[in-house]
């Protein structure tokens, strides 16, 4: 039976300062497709890093993410200690898809507006 994928979100924190976007995609591919993965340093005054994470878009099924999250979050990982959760929808991605349920619900009304008119003619 094959296993229905789904586009998840994850949150991935405490992660070493030098760990690179291919690192993590070929870490988390293992589990799933990575479609993106942004990585996210915040520094002190200084530019000194101090915490680094990093935001992953993967398409992976329930069971593949449920062995993801037992399998890697809380451990050791180049330099620090990953913590993985469920992230929300990234805000652009939200405002992308307000914007496209909008269009199709105007282009609908507008064509079925079309319709009657040019049925009544």
């Given at each position: 039976?094959?296993?229905?994928?789904?586009l998840?979100?994850?949150?991935?924190?405490?992660?070493g300062h030098?760990v690179?976007?291919?690192?993590?995609q070929?870490?988390?591919?293992?589990?799933?497709?990575?479609?993106?993965?942004e990585?996210?340093t915040?520094?002190?005054?200084?530019g000194?890093?101090?915490?680094?994470f990093?935001?992953?878009?993967?398409s992976?099924s329930?069971?593949?993410l449920k062995?993801?999250?037992?399998?890697l979050?809380?451990?050791?990982?180049?330099?620090g200690?990953?913590?993985i959760?469920l992230?929300?929808?990234s805000?652009l991605h939200?405002?992308?898809?307000?914007?496209?349920?909008?269009?199709?619900?105007i282009?609908?009304?507008f064509?079925?507006?079309?319709?009657?008119?040019c049925?009544?003619t």
């Amino acid at each position: 039976m094959e296993k229905k994928q789904v586009l998840k979100r994850l949150y991935v924190g405490g992660l070493g300062h030098t760990v690179s976007k291919a690192e993590l995609q070929e870490r988390f591919g293992n589990f799933g497709r990575v479609l993106d993965a942004e990585i996210i340093t915040r520094k002190d005054d200084q530019g000194n890093p101090m915490k680094t994470f990093a935001y992953i878009n993967i398409s992976i099924s329930d069971a593949d993410l449920k062995k993801c999250m037992s399998i890697l979050n809380k451990t050791k990982w180049k330099g620090g200690t990953l913590q993985i959760e469920l992230a929300k929808e990234s805000f652009l991605h939200r405002i992308k898809t307000k914007t496209r349920i909008r269009h199709k619900l105007i282009t609908s009304k507008f064509m079925s507006n079309l319709y009657t008119l040019c049925k009544e003619t």
